[in-house]
Nanobody, 131 residues
């Protein structure tokens, strides 16, 4: 069974930074499109950022407008991990953050994020931005 494990969440003050990690065992993340999603209480799940697999040679990424210029998604192939670096955090970034994986032929990176697509999901990590 393919499993994703998120880590790195926590409590941070507005303007602070956190780096979330999405790690996997039993399979190589390089071959999957990976997305970060979040869900705040009472709100629908939102696609935050997605990154294409190495099979997408253009290395495409997608960011929601709300996080452009503040968040950065990246891969560490050696560690089989995908990161979400979150800077200049705002209270409205408070949510449970999930990572998801899907095969690269299922959808484009943008579609994965916009439509909330993912075949495999992690359990989530809480991010709270508050003073």
């Amino acid at each position: 069974q393919l499993q994703l494990v998120e880590s790195g969440g926590g409590l941070v003050q507005p303007g602070g930074s956190l780096r979330l990690s999405c790690a996997a065992s039993e399979f190589t993340l390089d071959y999957y499109n990976i997305g970060w999603f979040r869900q705040a209480p009472g709100k629908e799940r939102e696609g935050v950022s997605c990154i294409g697999s190495i099979m997408n040679s253009d290395g495409s990424t997608y960011y929601a407008d709300s996080v452009k210029g503040r968040f950065n998604i990246s891969r560490d192939n050696a560690k089989n991990t995908v990161y979400l670096q979150m800077n200049s955090l705002k209270p409205e970034d408070t949510a449970v953050y999930y990572c998801a994986a899907d095969t690269p032929w299922s959808a484009t990176v943008q579609a994965m994020c916009v439509m909330g697509l993912g075949h495999y999901w992690g359990q989530g990590t809480q991010v709270t931005v508050s003073s």
